[in-house]
């Protein structure tokens, strides 16, 4: 009898929950390659004026092949924005990059954002021609960007 009960099939649903709870639990996930970051923050003004929603890329000027991040950052309300490479608000490694932005409309029901058209008309979607640059020191030093003036 004891055996039917420790094998029961609540018993077993109880194990693997136990289980699974403990690995999702345990350390925190880190990613390959992952590098210490900086924080980094600033506002985005549009027209003289905060704007939510602007999607703010960094290109970093040299980047190695084993270490392909993305790393970006959207506008609050205050047009306030922190940085993020590996989690949300970490911050970027430390380097040069250049900086795009992106703004889309409040998309219809059904319609994706990416299909909105930008804008800011993609004069600030190139990573090539943008004016907007940034050095994140090897000090460890937050860095805040300040305000940057944006037009339509």
Not at 12 to 41: A, D, M, Q, W, Y
Not at 65 to 80: I, L
Not at 120 to 145: A, H, R
Request: overall charge negative; hydrophobic content about 30%.
């Amino acid at each position: 009898k004891i055996e039917s009960r420790l094998c029961g099939p609540l018993s077993l649903i109880k194990v693997v929950v136990l289980c699974l709870v403990t690995v999702g639990c345990s350390e925190e996930r880190k990613h390959v390659n992952e590098k210490p970051v900086v924080p980094v923050s600033g506002i985005v003004h549009v027209d003289g004026a905060p704007m939510a929603g602007v999607k703010v890329n960094f290109h970093p000027k040299e980047q190695e092949d084993s270490h392909r991040v993305f790393p970006r950052a959207t506008t609050d309300a205050e047009g306030g924005f922190k940085a993020w490479t590996y989690q949300k608000d970490d911050g970027l490694t430390t380097g040069e990059y250049t900086m795009t932005f992106i703004a889309h409309g409040k998309p219809a029901p059904f319609q994706r954002e990416s299909d909105m058209p930008d804008l800011f008309g993609g004069k600030y979607s190139n990573p090539k021609n943008t004016e907007f640059t940034l050095t994140v020191p090897e000090s460890g030093e937050p860095v805040d960007l300040g305000t940057i003036s944006l037009t339509r």
